[in-house]
Each structure stands twice: as C-alpha cells, then as structure tokens.
C-alpha cells in the first residue's frame, strides 16, 4: 500500500461553469486552497470542501449549477462537516445570495466576484464560528496581485489583463456581475509571461472580457503596445489572446498581431448578429460593414487568418430577415469557428424588459439552421487540411480516444499517437478530416526555436 500525504490531507473539488476567465479563477481559487493545506480530488463524495464557480450567461447555466448543489444535500446529511461553497457570477446577481441560501440552505460560504481573495477568510471564519457565510461585495476593489494559482491547463497558461466590462450590450449579464473594467498593471502582466515561459509554458492566453480596450483607464498604453512587449519575450510559445470587441480593434493592433511569429493565426471576433437593426438594440456599436470592414483589415495583413466567432439567434424582436442577415454573413465571412446561442433573458438587463421576445420553437429553428450552416463551412475547411503537415501545440490525452490532441496557429485541433508529446510542437501529416477535428501521423517533434 502507498501512503502518502493525499491520504490523510484535506481535500477539495472545485466544479466549474462558464468562461475561460472563470477556468481561470477556479485555479486561484485552489492555489488558495492548497497554501490552506488542501489536496485536490475530482470525485466530491471524498472531497472536505465542495467548491462551485458558477456562471450566469445564460439561464441553462445557471440551471446546470443548481442541479449539481441540489444533488449535494444527501452527502451533506452524511458529511456534516464538509463546507460547500458556492462562488462565481451567479452569486454576484442582486438578491440571488439570499435566494440561493434559501432554497438550499445548507451551502456553507457564497461569495461574489468581488469576493475571491476573501476565500480563505471565509473558509476559516466559517471552520471557526460554524454560521452560514454570506459575502457579495456590491462593487469591485482595486485588482489583488499576488494571489496563489494551481494552474491545471499546462502546456497553456492564461493570463488576465483586463477585469470586468464596461461595453453594456443590452443581453448581457457580464457588465452586473463583474463590476467596471479595470486593467492589470503591464510590468504584472510581464512577469506572469516570464514565469510561465520559464516553467515550460507553451501557450500564453491574455485573458480579458474585451482584451481591445487594455489599458483605456491607465492612459499610458493600450493593447496592441502590451502585445508588442509580450510577444517580444524570449521563449519559444505561443502567444494568444481573448476576447476581442470589433469596435475596438483599431489597425495598428492587426498589424501587432501580423507582425508577430509568436501570436496565434486566429482571431476571435464575436459578431453576435448580422443585421444591423439588431446590432443595434444590443448595443454592439459597430454596422454589419463596419464588421466586414473589421474582417477585410485583418485579411489584408494576414490573408491565412482564421477568424471565430460568437453569435446569438432569438434576440427580441428579430424577424426572419434579421435572421437572414446573420445566415448571409457567416456565408460571406466563413468563419474557422463559431460558438452559436440561443438568446437568453437576463434578470436586470435592457433586452430582458424588450417588447417582442421570440418564441422558443422560432429561436430553435434558426439556431438548427445556423450551426448546420456553419458546420458545412467546418467540414469544408476541414478537408483542406488533408495531406497537409501542420505544426501542432500538443495539449493533452483524449483517453477515449487513445491519441495526444493539440491545435494549429489556426486553433484547428488535430488527433494523433504517440509518446511524451504533452508540451512539445509537433509536426502531424493530416490523414482525415472530421467536423471541426483532425486526425493525423506525427511525423516528428520541432526542435525548440531559439527566438
Ligand atoms: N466578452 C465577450 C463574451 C462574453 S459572453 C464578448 O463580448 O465577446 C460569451 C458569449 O455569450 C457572447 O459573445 C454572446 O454571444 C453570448 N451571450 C451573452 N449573453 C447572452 C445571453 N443573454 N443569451 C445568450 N447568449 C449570450
Ligand atoms: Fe457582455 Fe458585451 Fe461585455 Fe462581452 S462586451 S462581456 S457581450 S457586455
Ligand atoms: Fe464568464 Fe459566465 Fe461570468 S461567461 S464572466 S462565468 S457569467
């Protein structure tokens, strides 16, 4: 038998929603818990402490996180001493602490968005005097430096640069519940870089809401001077970043990214709609030509580019030909990727108090259409790459799949065997195309470039 320390530790389970910001939080949240003393766990029934970052985007999130706390109440009952926490967006909304405390009243700590660095004091405050926890902070404090991180997504490291959102589109929930945006000071942003590159790090993600408006609130520098200074690190990686808003992306920033051997070959640029009158009611601040407008510069700099996309179908009032306008310009873009949704009301946002919501049934036809749309162009740019040899970021196992998984500049992932290869770039020869996968031979690993 082993015995190790993990035997006797506390342990804890964080369980995850939302965004790639929130991924991100959740590994904060166990450096804290580990400089407590805890061992992480997957498995919840073994787990001391419960931890639940949650996300209110849409409602089926908000759902998803509720169900898996209800199921918690049985292991409660038999675990009396287990603490569960339930942080993250949905906890930030005005009144959904007392709500959520009453509906299942045996949650240990909520804390808000604003509240993360306090974790470990409720966790103690909690461990000592027994009583419920309830901390939500109406606003945002200055930005913590320094707090503990357990990163869990090697070979990838995500970094913030910006907090909150300051753009108000009348769907979202993310301006309420994240607070204004602040921007993280570069010369942070520059050593986390640096720390990461040392420890083997092969992919960086500057992580922000709207990474394009970067340091509007400092006034000495904006995004496309922070990428310049990343991407000028010495070290071979990968440099990426999201989310960007169309409005914001100004020219000098695409020729940053053109510039750059280091920064990935694709672009997330969230269009949401296609029409204009809905652009909008949403308040997106940018025409449908002034989009394409967006897509031609960053062709014109860098013809190759992919660019990915979110886009929302059922927001209020859309008609037929709103939505004919979205159809009309995924085809005319044919984007490398897009995350497709259903228009959700959100409690306390303009577009939830909007005259004309659309049906149910009218939103699940235009999204069935729309991803059938976007698949072709998927599969279709997927068969180009057949025959092809890629250079490909080896991120992880698929264990169902038996084969190493990683992606290209153009974040098009590719399935192959082989041996050791997390961490390394590989070259894969393209045997077969799926949807939006690949799979391929690896022909060799690259030598680490010296840049
Ligand atoms: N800050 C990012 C995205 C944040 S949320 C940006 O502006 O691009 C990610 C995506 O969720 C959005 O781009 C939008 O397409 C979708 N989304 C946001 N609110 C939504 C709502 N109420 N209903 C459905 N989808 C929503
Ligand atoms: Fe939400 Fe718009 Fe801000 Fe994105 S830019 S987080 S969609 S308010
Ligand atoms: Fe992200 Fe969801 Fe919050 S998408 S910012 S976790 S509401």
Redesign the pocket.
Known sequence: MIISMENFAKKYCIITYGCQMNLHESEKLAGILQTLGYFNTDDETDADIVVFNTCCIRENAEKKAEGNIGALKKLKRDKKDMIIAVGGCMTQQKGYAEKLMKKFPFIDIVFGTHNLENFAELILERTESKKHIVKVDDKEGKIVEGTPKARSSFPNGWVNITYG?D???TY?I??YVRGRERSRDPEEIIKECENLISLGYKEITLLG??VNSYGRDLGNIDFATLLRRVSALKGDFRLCFM?N?PKDLTEDLVKAIAESDKTARTVHL?VQAGSDRILKLMNRHYTREEYLEKIALLRKYMPDVSITTDIMVGFPTETEEDFNDTMSLVKEVRFGGAFTFVYSPRSGTPAAKMAGQVPEDVSKERIIKLIDLQNGINREQSRAYIGKTISVLCEGYDDRKKKYLGRDTYGRMAYFAGKGLIGKFVNVNIKKAGGISLMGELLSVEEEKDF
């Open positions: 959102c753009n108000f589109c979202c993310v301006p809401q709207n989310t808003h969230p």
